[in-house]
């Protein structure tokens, strides 16, 4: 009989929040964190008593209890009303738990009777280096690393989107069609980054029939169409126009953000499941085939991705990295038997046993990569 | 019922312990002709023990067939996967998790060691049984401890062997009441599995074709006709001994008291069977439909009398009928045990089911077996019209662990 065993886990997750979240414990009874680490909030519909006014830098725990009539929220608010945390829907008489990691600085507490307005607000301070931003300076390090990744590969994907964009305004067919998988190539190398700004992704790498109704099918996959299926460019300028504005966006965001260690790790296994589901069946690139251009370019991604996570996991499981090491190779390998040239072959230039290979190279390689998120969480 | 199913847990968890009790229900099937099956279908079936399970287990009502292909050329990341798989395998038998954690177990940011589809479902005796083929051993130097029985099976009359669903280095028969817990076992296989194996092919099957239990009720194939009347069955030690179980100075020790097992998909054009009148159907079966009973006789069990003539002469179960040509006095006294299922894999875009008898027998030695009657079989049985052979797989299956720190392939690569 298989059994969900809860119990050592509400402890565990709990324990390995990133970042700003919320922990919610229910009716206030968390097993999770020491009771004495707790910041008790009595909210009640005319007030907020936070128990302190300041706190260590670190994981803060607060305890809401809404002793109000009124439905209440909690929220933490770093300058600017930007939001570090918030518990929701916390119902009269009902106690909740609100993790939150704070480095050192001045803040905001808010409870918001009713869940409307801006809520009754009591200052919050927090001094000292916490012992890191979860966890330790090797995580804040990768994110720092991963992001100069993100910064130069934008760049790149900028300056050959404009090419891409310049050779089909200019009628240029086979130009366009050889800048095609390149510039595609600084794309699939984060797009996991890209795909967080949910309503820009489809707009640039959408594919035909993904649409919803009333939407139009723009970006890349549109263009790949013009070139490959309907040769006709000569009215393709201003949907490249737009290729070209959507990825601006994107490249403006990307920079701005910062992803968690957890989003790297995760990242980096999504790549490998963009791989996994859409490289493969060479579903992706369906008129040009140039699969496995996106291909390598994920993979590269997931490298670099784990690469900046390294320092941090040599630390937690030398031998998991050894594994990702050996199989980055493997596949690396794998691939490489498909180069053509500057790029590489066509998808439908393999055999069924050539991505048989591919695909098991990828499933081998994504399956311990699936577990960096959890080291990376893990205390 | 609730009580049973957490003592299962708490038993299971102390380790062997859970798997002695699981234990006892099986050697009562297996012990005592007269008792009736005591196991309830939703109860566990051990995983240690002489033998492996599931093979004289009383057939399972579904099959998840997997056939991997080695992908690594490092041995002790195989030996390491097959710890793994054992593991694994012991508590899914036993109606746990796949891993230690389980489905929902874990932190949130990691992907469970159990894919969850079980969770709540019972055992339902789910017997997971290794096999080893010809390919594994010369991928990794074993040629010594290649047994000799397990020999490529030659080209047979009118077969359409499909390369891409046949063969394969390991192979795993996944055996349960529900369909769910068989997939599951196997999709935690081959996710553990994932970088060391690939899956090469993978089966379906329902609705046993074969008793293997004088407990049993014979079942019905796709054809409409009774499967495994003559079947060799648990109860029979002896026979079993004879025909089943290799046996010291058969071949290399690591296999003595396995088995060999042998797979066919054999897809049965239904369509035109279905138009084929009664006293065909039966003439090339060479029984009745109903009962079951060889041409010669009125009962399902009464022996076969290939002397028997009608009124005019002619034998009563023709030369070229099924019974005949399968039974042991046609090859020099072989037999098999046999634990085949239906299967249907949907329609084949002609508006045809895509359906037929995923054959699987296991036995002493193929090449004095299986061989033999399926020659005997190709060349003469007027069934064939309505068959084609599609796929097909030789696997050595060696005995069964009997304690917990041991695992499958040990002997082989130890």
Same mark, same amino acid.
């Given at each position: ?165 310049? *050779? @089909?305004? %200019? ?7 050889a800048l095609f998988p390149v510039a595609r =190539?600084?794309? !699939? #190398? ?72 957890v989003q790297l790790a995760n990242g980096a ?35 670099? *991705? @784990?690469? %900046? ?13 050894? =594994?990702?090491? !050996? #199989? ?52 | ?331 020099n006294g072989a037999r098999l045990l046999r ?76």
């Amino acid at each position: 009989m298989r059994t969900p065993r809860l119990l050592a886990l509400v402890a565990a997750a709990a324990a390995t929040v990133p970042l700003a979240a919320c922990g919610d414990s229910g009716d206030g009874d968390g097993a999770a964190t020491g009771a004495s680490d707790k910041i008790t909030v009595d909210a009640s519909d005319t007030e907020c008593k936070v128990a302190s006014s300041e706190s260590a830098a670190g994981t803060v725990t607060f305890t809401i209890a809404n002793k109000g009539a009124k439905v209440t929220e909690f929220y933490v608010y770093a300058p600017g009303d930007r939001v570090m945390g918030e518990v929701e829907n916390i119902a009269p008489g009902l106690s909740r738990d609100l993790i939150v990691e704070l480095t050192a600085g001045t803040y905001e507490t808010a409870c918001k009777p009713g869940m409307i307005g801006k809520g009754i607000r009591n200052g919050f301070k927090v001094s000292g280096s916490a012992a890191a931003l979860t966890e330790d300076a090797k995580l804040g390090q990768a994110t720092t690393d991963y992001q100069r990744y993100v910064k130069s590969q934008t760049g790149a994907l900028i300056e050959k989107t404009t090419e891409f964009v310049n *050779a @089909i305004k %200019a009628g240029d067919a086979e130009k366009a069609k050889a800048l095609f998988p390149v510039a595609r =190539t600084y794309w !699939e #190398r984060i797009e996991p980054v890209a795909e967080i700004f949910g309503d820009l992704d489809p707009q640039i790498d959408g594919r035909e029939g993904d649409q919803e109704p009333g939407q139009e099918f723009t970006g890349f996959h549109k263009l790949e169409k013009d070139l490959w299926v309907t040769k006709d460019i000569s009215k393709s300028g201003p949907m490249a126009d737009r290729l070209l504005t959507d990825v601006q966006k994107i490249v403006d965001e990307a920079n701005k953000a910062t992803l968690s260690p957890v989003q790297l790790a995760n990242g980096a296994k999504e790549l490998l499941d963009e791989v996994a589901t859409g490289k493969i069946t060479g579903e992706e690139d369906r008129y040009s085939h140039t699969d496995l251009w996106d291909f390598a370019a994920n993979v590269e991604g997931s490298q670099a *991705a @784990i690469a %900046a996570l390294r320092p941090a996991l040599e630390e937690k499981d030398a031998a998991l990295v050894k =594994t990702l090491d !050996e #199989r980055f190779a493997s596949t690396e390998a794998a691939l490489e038997k498909h180069r053509s040239g500057d790029g590489w072959k066509l998808h439908n230039e393999l055999s069924q046993a050539d991505l048989k290979v591919l695909s098991d190279e990828i499933n081998a390689l994504a399956e311990p990569i699936s577990k960096v998120a959890g080291l990376v969480a893990g205390k | 019922m609730q009580v049973q199913r957490r003592k299962v847990i708490g038993l299971a968890g102390a380790g062997v312990l859970g798997v002695a009790a699981a234990g006892a229900v099986g050697l009562q099937v297996t012990g005592d002709e007269k008792t009736t099956p005591v196991a309830s279908t939703s109860d566990a079936i051990a995983f240690f023990g002489e033998r492996q399970a599931g093979i004289v287990t009383p057939a399972q009502d579904r099959l998840h067939f997997v056939a991997f292909d080695v992908i690594t050329k490092d041995r002790a990341a195989l030996v390491g996967m097959l710890e793994s798989w054992t593991a694994a395998a012991a508590r899914m038998t036993a109606g746990l998790d796949a891993g230690t954690i389980g489905a929902v177990g874990g932190i949130p940011e990691s992907p469970p060691d159990d894919t969850g589809e079980a969770l709540g479902l019972p055992p339902s005796g789910l017997t997971l049984t290794i096999g080893f083929g010809a390919s594994l051993f010369a991928k990794f130097g074993l040629g010594e401890k290649k047994p000799a029985a397990l020999a490529d099976l030659p080209k047979f009359p009118g077969d359409a062997i499909d390369p891409a669903i046949s063969g394969g280095d390991i192979c795993v028969q996944a055996c349960a009441h529900d369909p769910q817990v068989a997939v599951h076992a196997v999709r935690n296989l081959a996710r553990i599995g994932m970088g060391v194996v690939s899956v090469r092919w993978s089966q379906l099957g329902f609705g046993r074709t074969s008793s293997t239990s004088t407990t049993q009720a014979t079942p019905r194939n796709l054809f409409g006709f009774k499967d495994g009347t003559a079947n060799l069955k648990a109860e029979e030690p002896a026979l079993l001994d004879e025909h089943l179980w290799v046996r010291p100075g058969d071949g290399p020790d690591w296999m003595t008291g396995g088995s060999y097992l042998v797979t066919r998909k054999i897809r049965m054009i239904v369509e035109t069977w279905d138009r084929t009148s009664l006293l065909e159907q039966e003439t090339i079966v060479g029984r009745s439909k109903g009962e079951g009973a060889p041409l010669s006789g009125t009962q399902e069990f009464d022996e076969p009398d290939f002397t028997a003539v009608d009124g005019e002469g002619e034998p009563k179960i023709a030369k070229v009928s099924h019974v005949r040509l399968a039974h042991p006095t046609e090859n020099n006294g072989a037999r098999l045990l046999r634990r085949g299922y239906n299967f249907v894999d949907g329609s084949d875009g002609l508006g045809r089911l895509n359906a037929g008898l995923f054959f699987i027998a296991f036995q002493r030695d193929p090449r004095r077996q299986f061989v033999p009657i399926q020659t005997n079989l190709a060349r003469h049985d007027v069934m064939n019209e309505y068959l084609r052979h599609v796929s097909s797989g030789l696997f050595a299956c060696p005995p069964g662990l009997r304690a917990a720190d041991d695992f499958w392939g040990r002997s082989l690569f130890a």
